[in-house]
């Protein structure tokens, strides 16, 4: 019943999702209204089906029905419920219906929002949007069932990918990177709306630029927490390896950013158009791409979800989408084509055309080496491996490049700035930069480009609070306003600028926990007997013992140690090792003793049977946690940034509003 219920809904979801892409089209075409309501009515219809599907394929994990395939696949009664229930986007066909239900969600709201209030340009971003989730619900219905029947129904099953059960955070990571890369289909499918009802103007941009925020700060908290997941579960220490499907999620992270940002410069000097519908539509298919290089198989990768049959349907999407998108660009690229030039070299939208440079610089160099491969594999038929130390040669001189360009930026008026305005506001970052220039070379920084990102992060963010600062201080003296209030009525008085900076600030402090951590780090290995003890730094680690713990879907090796600083006992540390019936090699849980100077992390490597001795790797990462407190600032200033302002709307945009509603 469990089984027929998802599959029907998901089949039912998949007609319905043609007709609304024909009907948004044609609709759009002969402004025929009523099919473009039937249209609308279709997209909320098809959420409706793939809430259904989902609940269905939730209740058969929790029932432990294995007459469906994907629960014989990821299933079993010994599996605790939260990762039974987290089991749903634990391996290809169940994230792909999870997948479908986010995207369904997207498409509803952004109809409910949008499509009667933007004529033509609504419909057919409906048309586009209810066209995507045709491929992924054809997906669903076809090489990527997760409602196939297994016959004999087997008594019990292997459970999920063990990496995937050993830490909470995969229940967090996985929804958090769908809703970043899925979101980036809605204004994906605003821009191609807008090339098709040739709607030109900075309509799409205004919704387009929120929906993209959103989805931005989505995929910032899933790339934050799959760090997270790496440092609290892999056992090695670090948090980011340049893996291909991390690889994969960051490259739309950097054109989002980059249109985030030449979004601006066309709704202020309104310019850059082609290449802003270029971003969007470079975004939309990095995102494809990272989920063809994660579900396809062809990558091995410890996020990846192992070999499948979808990749030939992927790769003809992304085809489709590639040539169907350039076409379109082109076609109407002499109606996208503005003569915009520069007033002055010292302006905001120098430093934003910099900006977008370096970015695009950066997705390129990301490309080129996750790709490459691949790219050698298939046509020499040779292995190559591109690791770590080629991405940190080629992109760490950018990512400094940026952080400094972070701090120019809000010095620098629209338009045109002088050379004695840009004294003034880069003054006091200046003093910053040089007074952490002479402290990080006092101090011996061990590398060149360490001491330039912790200069450089100092300038910037100097000059970003700054902003804060002057604000603030201007409303008091207009208002007379205590301090705090003051700050608080300037943030939500222009939520999006000071939102923005907030963003700076908490990109500013990740960096510096991503430089710190990286150029101090210190390891040791060491073998010991209970009641030894190892020192590194400032620490000293005592091991007391080694003890075995049965539950009922693993068994724990959990070892006892006790940490001191100097004389003074910090507390009691207990790294883990986790055995899991369907997996050979054990999975490590690492302790972890937090501070915001600098973190203690253990990881048990190995034990004698009879608790004799153990091997630990001891590490110390300094201002780890800074890494994640950026992270936080990141998402809590984009959302402040996409929240809808409280200010007038500008004359220029009330005349739009009104053309707008003549349209529909």
């Known amino acids: 019943m469990t089984r027929m219920l998802g599959l029907s809904a998901v089949s039912i979801a998949f007609l319905v999702a043609i007709y609304g892409m024909v009907a948004a089209i044609v609709a759009a075409r002969l402004r025929m209204t009523r099919l473009a309501e039937s249209a609308r009515v279709a997209a909320i219809v098809t959420f409706a089906l793939m809430t259904l599907a989902n609940l269905a394929m939730i209740q058969g994990l929790l029932a432990h029905d294995f007459s469906i ?184 992270w950097l054109t989002a950013t980059a249109f985030l940002h030449s979004g601006m410069v066309q709704e202020r000097r309104d310019m850059l158009r082609v290449w802003n519908q270029s971003l969007i539509i470079s975004t939309f298919l990095l995102t494809v791409l990272g989920t063809f290089l994660t579900r396809s198989g062809v990558l091995s990768s410890v996020h990846a979800f192992g070999d499948g049959p979808i990749g030939t349907y992927f790769v003809a999407f992304i085809a489709f989408v590639l040539i169907f998108s350039l076409v379109l660009l082109t076609g109407r690229s002499a109606e996208l084509r503005r003569v915009g030039t520069l007033d002055r070299a010292l302006s905001r939208e120098t430093v934003f055309l910099v900006n977008n440079l370096l970015f695009t610089l950066f997705t390129f160099t990301v490309l080129l080496g996750t790709l490459f491969p691949l790219v050698a594999e298939a046509v020499r038929g040779v292995q190559v491996s591109v690791g770590a130390p080629f991405f940190n040669r080629m992109t760490i001189p950018i990512m400094v490049a940026l952080l400094f360009l972070v701090g120019v930026g809000p010095a620098l008026p629209w338009r045109a700035g002088s050379v004695q305005q840009l004294k003034q506001s880069l003054l006091a970052p200046g003093i910053a930069l040089l007074a952490t220039l002479a402290v990080s070379l006092v101090l011996r920084v061990p590398s060149f480009w360490a001491v330039a990102a912790f200069s450089f992060a100092a300038f910037s963010l100097v000059a970003n609070l700054q902003e804060f600062v002057s604000g603030a201080a201007a409303r008091r003296r207009a208002h007379g306003e205590a301090p705090l209030q003051a700050l608080v009525r300037l943030m939500r008085s222009n939520n999006r600028r000071y939102g923005g900076y907030l963003a700076h600030i908490g990109a500013i402090v990740f960096a510096i926990g991503v430089t710190a951590s ?147």
């Open 518 to 664: 990286s150029a101090y780090r210190t390891e040791i290995s060491v073998t010991l007997e209970p009641g030894q003890s190892a020192e590194l730094g400032e620490f000293r680690v005592r091991f007391d013992a080694v003890d075995g713990q049965p539950e009922p879907h693993r068994f724990i090796v959990n070892a006892e140690l006790t940490a001191f600083r100097g004389d003074r006992e910090l507390g009691a540390l207990s790294p883990k090792l986790n055995f899991y019936n369907n997996r050979q090699e054990p999975i490590t849980t690492p302790a972890v003793r937090s501070r915001p100077k600098n973190d203690l992390y253990v990881d048990l490597l190995a034990f004698e049977r009879d608790g004799s001795n153990a091997t630990f790797r001891i590490i110390i990462e300094p201002l780890v946690l800074w890494i994640w407190v950026g992270g936080l600032i990141i998402a809590v200033g984009g959302f402040m940034s996409a929240w809808p302002s409280r200010r007038r709307p500008s004359r220029r945009r009330q005349t739009a509003a009104v053309e707008l509603t003549e349209v529909a």
């Open 69 to 252: 395939g994907y629960v014989a696949q990821v299933g079993s009664r010994a599996t605790p419920v939260w990762v039974t229930i987290v089991s749903l986007w634990s391996s290809l066909e169940g994230s792909i219906l999870f997948w479908g239900w986010v995207l369904s969600a997207y498409t509803a709201v952004a109809v409910w929002l949008h499509a009667r209030k933007l004529g033509s340009l609504g419909v057919y971003a409906n048309g586009v949007l209810l066209g995507i989730g045709v491929f992924f619900y054809l997906l669903m219905v076809g090489p990527a069932n997760p409602f196939r029947e297994v016959f004999p129904v087997p008594a019990d099953g292997p459970g999920p990918n063990p990496l995937l059960q050993n830490h909470y955070l995969m229940a967090i990571h996985p929804p958090l990177l769908y809703l970043g890369y899925v979101g980036m289909s809605v204004p994906f499918a605003f821009a191609i709306g807008a090339l098709l009802s040739n709607r030109l103007d900075e309509t799409w941009l205004r919704v387009t630029r929120r929906w993209t925020m959103v989805a931005w700060v989505f995929l910032s908290l899933a790339i934050i927490a799959g760090m997270w997941w790496s440092y609290d579960v892999l056992g090695w220490g670090g948090y980011w390896a340049w893996d291909p499907v991390e690889n994969a999620s960051f490259l739309p």
